[in-house]
């Protein structure tokens, strides 16, 4: 399989500042962009609930997703429980594709 492309939605858990998960994300995003298989990697907050947040995320291949799980940034930003999934979309790209 070629490229992937992930969209998901995070929520805040409740009772947890919003502004410190935003941190916390940001230093998430900042050492996942430096991955090998890490084509892109952005969070963006929700204007209207900024509890919840939405990840554009692209990737090489469904192996460098997965050793994304391992890498020691991840591991250690799952650890705090600050947010859980609320849904996670594998897309694959139609528009810009070589014929």
Same mark, same amino acid.
């Not at 858990?13 to 916390?24: F, K, M, N, P, S």
């Not at 020691?72 to 650890?79: D, N, V």
């Given at each position: 399989?070629?490229?992937?492309?992930?969209?998901?939605?995070?929520v805040?858990?409740?009772?947890?500042?919003?502004?410190?998960?935003?941190? $916390?994300? !940001? &230093? +998430? /995003?900042?050492?996942?962009?430096?991955?090998?298989?890490?084509?892109?990697? *952005?969070? #963006?907050?929700?204007?209207?609930?900024?509890?919840?947040?939405?990840?554009?995320e692209?990737?090489?291949?469904?192996?460098?997703?997965?050793?994304?799980?391992? $890498?020691? !940034? &991840? +591991? /250690?930003?799952?650890?705090?429980?600050?947010?859980?999934?609320?849904?996670? *979309?594998? #897309?694959?790209?139609?528009?810009?594709?070589?014929?």
């Open positions: 399989m070629g490229q992937l492309w992930i969209n998901a939605g995070l805040t858990e409740a009772g947890l500042d919003t502004d410190e998960v935003r941190l $916390a994300l !940001h &230093t +998430l /995003a900042a050492s996942t962009v430096k991955e090998a298989g890490c084509i892109k990697f *952005e969070v #963006l907050q929700h204007q209207d609930n900024p509890s919840r947040f939405t990840l554009w692209h990737w090489v291949s469904s192996d460098a997703l997965s050793a994304h799980f391992e $890498a020691e !940034h &991840t +591991l /250690a930003y799952l650890a705090r429980n600050l947010t859980k999934v609320t849904y996670i *979309e594998n #897309l694959t790209m139609v528009t810009n594709e070589e014929k």
